[in-house]
């Protein structure tokens, strides 16, 4: 494993720091403010956040340059990834297009597609969503059966998604069908790019445990779909979510282990302004403990994050081994936030919204928000599984 930067990329993140630390909204670090945000408020303003970035040159740094992007390395993109991580910036709103829609667009799309679609991802102009999983199909995703069906020049789409991120505020969604039911389930599937606006789709927030609602049902009433939004070829589609699944985990993976790594340094900094037992909880030996038990699982977790930068690098293409960076960073995240609750006892129960509720309940709700963690992008019990099977060699169960 060699991350050593390079002169140029130490020249690259020296510049990122200095952006970040001239762009960045100071308002975003205080929880105050960002509890204060309407959700409307919230959309207006990481939409403005995006579109600074844009301006700046910084969105999609390694695409083409003739679609919008600078045609920088995959390690500027980490480099820059962790920056944005470390300056506690603001997320990307249009994460899903940005990650998944974009990279895949660019491999398989038609050229009008890349040169329609991709610009309004980067300025944020249409924000997209990721319509895979069904009612019935989660972690066999290639049982779905939204069906789409070829009526002249278009499709006509009837089925229900659900868990649908970002559905209420898309304007776009990659869209996983069944073209075929005849064919072998992996076969007969392929991906389209649906206009949210289109006559017959509806879509209905889910409200979640954090009291916030991130995701949606959506549901599919004979709409119709131009064919030219067809991505990749008709039943071809799981290779499409192949490389889709690929980019995610290829663009997830060094950031989030920064982000856990920013999440421990401020439960320390909490754990020293909260008194256990007349003290600061930092001084009782239960809790340095349980520290020192999480600052190595996030050592860890860097580490086994840079072994698949380096393979990345060195132009492998991302394998199984994918799976154990997401299994390792989700269950870190629950123990940490899980610590969290402990060092504020009873005021961990408090939730945002209350005055006396400590950092504005921003730990309460990431408590919460992190059980999704094991089941978003893959259950932990998927990953063990290709983990068993596909990197360990175990026989299937
Ligand atoms: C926060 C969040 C955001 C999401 N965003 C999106 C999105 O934008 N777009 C989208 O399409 N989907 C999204 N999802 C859905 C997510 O991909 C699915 O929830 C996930 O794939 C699991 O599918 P499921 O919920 O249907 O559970 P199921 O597949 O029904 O699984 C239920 C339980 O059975 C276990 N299980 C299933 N099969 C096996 C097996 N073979 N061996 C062992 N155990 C098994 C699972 O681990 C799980 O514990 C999101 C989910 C969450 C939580």
């Given at each position: 494993m060699?991350?050593?930067l390079t002169?140029?990329?130490?020249k690259?993140?020296d510049e990122?720091?200095?952006?970040?630390?001239?762009h960045?909204?100071?308002?975003?670090?205080?929880?105050?403010?960002?509890?204060?945000l309407?959700?409307?408020?919230k959309?207006?303003?990481?939409?403005?956040?995006?579109?600074?970035l844009y301006?700046g040159?910084?969105v999609?740094?390694a695409?083409?340059?003739?679609?919008?992007g600078?045609?920088a390395?995959?390690?500027?993109q980490?480099?820059f990834?962790q920056?944005?991580a470390?300056?506690?910036?603001?997320p990307?709103i249009?994460v899903?297009?940005?990650?998944?829609?974009?990279?895949?667009i660019t491999v398989?799309g038609t050229e009008e597609?890349?040169?329609?679609y991709?610009?309004?991802?980067?300025n944020a102009e249409?924000?997209?969503c990721?319509?895979?999983?069904?009612?019935?199909s989660?972690?066999?995703l290639?049982s779905?059966?939204?069906?789409a069906?070829l009526?002249g020049?278009e499709f006509v789409?009837?089925?229900q998604?659900?868990?649908t991120?970002?559905?209420?505020l898309?304007q776009q969604?990659l869209l996983?069908?069944r073209t075929?039911?005849h064919?072998p389930?992996h076969?007969?599937?392929?991906?389209m790019?649906?206009?949210m606006?289109?006559?017959?789709?509806t879509?209905?927030p889910?409200r979640?445990?954090t009291?916030?609602a991130?995701f949606?049902e959506?549901?599919?009433?004979?709409?119709?779909?131009p064919?030219?939004?067809?991505l990749g070829a008709?039943n071809d589609g799981?290779?499409v979510a192949m490389t889709?699944?690929?980019f995610e985990?290829?663009?997830t993976a060094?950031?989030l282990?920064?982000?856990?790594k920013?999440?421990l340094d401020?439960l320390i900094?909490?754990?020293?302004?909260?008194?256990r037992?007349g003290?600061p909880?930092?001084?009782?030996?239960?809790?340095?403990q349980?520290?020192?038990?999480i600052y190595?699982e996030?050592e860890?977790?860097?580490?086994?994050t840079?072994?698949s930068?380096?393979?990345?690098?060195r132009g492998?293409?991302p394998?199984?081994?994918?799976?154990i960076?997401?299994l390792?960073?989700?269950?870190?995240?629950q123990?940490l936030f899980?610590?969290?609750?402990?060092?504020?006892g009873?005021?961990?129960?408090?939730?945002k919204g209350?005055?006396?509720a400590?950092?504005?309940?921003?730990w309460?709700?990431q408590f919460l928000r992190?059980r999704?963690?094991?089941?978003?992008?893959?259950?932990?019990?998927?990953?063990r599984?290709?983990?068993?099977?596909?990197?360990?060699?175990?026989p299937?169960g």
């Amino acid at each position: 494993m060699d991350l050593t930067l390079t002169p140029t990329e130490e020249k690259f993140r020296d510049e990122c720091q200095v952006w970040l630390d001239s762009h960045v909204p100071r308002e975003w670090h205080d929880p105050a403010f960002r509890e204060s945000l309407t959700a409307g408020d919230k959309i207006a303003f990481l939409k403005s956040w995006q579109h600074t970035l844009y301006d700046g040159g910084w969105v999609g740094l390694a695409w083409p340059q003739e679609y919008g992007g600078r045609s920088a390395t995959l390690m500027e993109q980490v480099i820059f990834n962790q920056e944005l991580a470390r300056a506690k910036a603001p997320p990307l709103i249009n994460v899903l297009g940005l990650i998944v829609a974009g990279p895949t667009i660019t491999v398989h799309g038609t050229e009008e597609q890349k040169r329609r679609y991709l610009p309004k991802i980067l300025n944020a102009e249409e924000i997209w969503c990721q319509g895979f999983s069904e009612p019935n199909s989660g972690s066999d995703l290639a049982s779905l059966s939204t069906r789409a069906s070829l009526d002249g020049d278009e499709f006509v789409v009837n089925g229900q998604k659900i868990w649908t991120s970002y559905g209420h505020l898309a304007q776009q969604c990659l869209l996983l069908v069944r073209t075929d039911a005849h064919l072998p389930k992996h076969q007969g599937i392929s991906a389209m790019i649906v206009d949210m606006q289109s006559p017959g789709v509806t879509v209905k927030p889910l409200r979640q445990l954090t009291g916030d609602a991130e995701f949606n049902e959506l549901f599919f009433d004979h709409v119709r779909v131009p064919r030219a939004n067809l991505l990749g070829a008709i039943n071809d589609g799981w290779n499409v979510a192949m490389t889709i699944l690929m980019f995610e985990r290829l663009n997830t993976a060094s950031f989030l282990e920064i982000q856990t790594k920013i999440a421990l340094d401020e439960l320390i900094d909490t754990a020293r302004r909260t008194l256990r037992n007349g003290r600061p909880a930092t001084e009782d030996s239960l809790i340095r403990q349980k520290l020192a038990q999480i600052y190595t699982e996030v050592e860890i977790l860097r580490l086994s994050t840079y072994r698949s930068l380096t393979r990345f690098q060195r132009g492998e293409r991302p394998g199984p081994e994918g799976s154990i960076d997401k299994l390792f960073w989700s269950e870190t995240a629950q123990h940490l936030f899980e610590v969290a609750m402990e060092i504020l006892g009873p005021q961990g129960q408090l939730m945002k919204g209350s005055k006396w509720a400590i950092d504005s309940g921003q730990w309460s709700c990431q408590f919460l928000r992190s059980r999704a963690d094991t089941i978003a992008g893959g259950t932990s019990e998927i990953l063990r599984n290709i983990i068993g099977e596909r990197v360990l060699g175990l026989p299937r169960g």
